[in-house]
């Protein structure tokens, strides 16, 4: 049996007030209980207590939703959209130990820093392009930058990787936000439906990209199962794009907010290096996400938590965490650098790191040199997403 909780549930919808349910969450201790959608989950939100889950002590915490005692039993129905959304995949993020290392071992040459630093042409010349449409869009009036560029810089990028076409990658967008606003039921029956589109061209006209080559390891090796193939181009698919494109949205939001750290970075006084790695504590993209599975009883402050209960990641609470930085709530570009938990940590520490900071740090400085006088235009809702974290939209004067 778990200790029972000393507070009710925390109740979360998409789009809650990220700020909000961080304070809500610190408050409930290193171990929270939420409720989303009428299912109820865990959520570690301290770093040390992310950290230790992250490193996957010996048979503590697994990935597969096939460790979640109420899901085998059918006390939780594998046809909600929660559950298909969150936890109904096959790819390296939800696998353990051997089957993990085999799928990341058939991509991870992709994302290398030297094969991402071969990229840095390509997203330096995207963010130059994609700023001169803003410049433009900007003559008429306010801009939303994430729609022009937070957006786009991204999906370019990752589809130049995998090999998508041009046609498709607003339906990659869709996909990824669909899934990660973690209500809707279609988001899977769509991206299986685009990727065995996908796949079934890729067969007939291979190129040099991820994807085909993902193919041919299956193909002439059996190295991947079909499930495998399909859940790995769609972890690609929203890994790949929606952290990348929050976090980025998120950073020009908190420096236009905080007009005095820009001046720091406007006037050399902190490289930009500094400026990414405080974005990416005071607010990463990602929010609640990935969840993990109780493979043993497992004691975290003063709640002990059986086999088989599912505990998800609060990411952005970690990073506003007292223990690990002082005066943490507030937005300091010239914090002494200590690492966060934005990339995760352990085995399964994001593979697409170096390109998101490639890209980060690309996009960030060009923006602000680009354009001295920006400023944010109106405040915009969060995203309807239960598992992200940034804006629907980020209105600016250029």
Same mark, same amino acid.
């Given at each position: 049996m778990s200790t029972p909780p000393s507070a009710p549930p925390i109740t979360i919808v998409p789009g809650a007030d990220s700020?909000?349910?961080?304070?809500?969450?610190?408050?409930?201790? +290193?171990?929270?209980?939420?409720?989303?959608?009428?299912? =109820?989950? &865990?959520? =570690?939100?301290? /770093?040390?207590?992310?950290? *230790?889950? =992250?490193?996957?002590? +010996?048979?503590?915490?697994?990935?597969?939703?096939?460790? &979640?005692?109420?899901?085998?039993?059918g006390e939780v129905d594998s046809s909600s959209p929660i559950v298909r959304n969150m936890v109904g995949v096959e790819s390296m993020v939800a696998s353990n %130990?051997?089957? /993990?290392?085999?799928?990341?071992? =058939? !991509?991870?040459?992709?994302? *290398?820093?030297?094969? #991402?630093?071969?990229?840095?042409?390509?997203?330096?010349?995207?963010?130059?392009?994609?700023?001169?449409?803003?410049?433009?869009?900007?003559?008429?009036? +306010? #801009?939303?930058?994430?729609?022009?560029?937070? !957006?786009?810089? +991204? @999906?370019? !990028? @990752?589809?130049?990787?995998?090999?998508? $076409?041009? %046609?498709d990658h607003d339906a990659v967008a869709d996909i990824a936000a669909r899934t990660l606003s973690g209500m809707d039921g279609d988001a899977n029956a769509r991206a299986h439906a685009l990727i065995a589109r996908v796949i079934e061209d890729k067969r007939r006209t291979p190129d040099d990209a991820l994807i085909s080559a993902m193919i041919q390891a299956r193909d002439d090796s059996g190295r991947l199962s079909d499930t495998e193939l399909r859940d790995t181009i769609y972890l690609?698919? @929203?890994?790949?794009?929606?952290?990348?494109?929050?976090?980025?949205?998120?950073? #020009?939001?908190?420096?236009?907010?905080?007009?005095?750290?820009?001046?720091?970075?406007?006037?050399? $006084? !902190? %490289? &930009?290096?500094?400026?990414? $790695?405080? @974005?990416?504590? &005071?607010? *990463?993209? #990602?929010s609640l996400l990935p969840v993990l599975f109780t493979g043993r009883e497992v004691t975290v402050g003063d709640v002990t938590l059986p086999e088989g209960e599912p505990v998800l990641m609060a990411f952005k609470a970690a990073g506003r965490d007292e223990d690990r930085w002082a005066d943490a709530a507030s937005f300091d570009i010239t914090r002494p650098p200590r690492s966060n938990l934005a990339f995760g940590n352990g085995p399964h520490r994001c593979l697409g790191e170096p390109l998101a900071r490639l890209e980060l740090g690309v996009a960030l400085p060009a923006v602000f040199e680009r354009f001295p006088e920006l400023r944010l235009a109106q405040d915009s809702p969060p995203a309807p997403s239960l598992m992200m974290n940034h804006p629907t939209h980020l209105f600016v004067h250029v």
């Open positions: 700020e909000e349910l961080t304070a809500r969450l610190h408050r409930a201790g +290193p171990l929270a209980q939420v409720d989303i959608g009428g299912h =109820l989950f &865990w959520v =570690l939100t301290h /770093h040390d207590a992310l950290r *230790t889950a =992250l490193r996957n002590q +010996p048979g503590a915490f697994l990935r597969n939703a096939a460790n &979640w005692r109420a899901l085998k039993t %130990g051997a089957d /993990h290392r085999r799928v990341r071992g =058939l !991509v991870q040459q992709a994302f *290398t820093r030297r094969r #991402v630093e071969e990229l840095r042409p390509r997203v330096e010349d995207l963010t130059r392009r994609l700023l001169d449409e803003v410049a433009e869009a900007g003559r008429s009036g +306010p #801009v939303d930058l994430k729609a022009r560029l937070a !957006v786009p810089l +991204p @999906i370019l !990028v @990752i589809a130049d990787l995998l090999g998508i $076409e041009p %046609g690609f698919f @929203i890994a790949g794009f929606e952290t990348t494109m929050g976090t980025l949205a998120n950073g #020009v939001r908190a420096l236009l907010r905080h007009p005095d750290q820009l001046d720091l970075l406007r006037r050399g $006084e !902190v %490289g &930009w290096d500094r400026a990414v $790695e405080e @974005i990416l504590r &005071w607010d *990463t993209s #990602v």
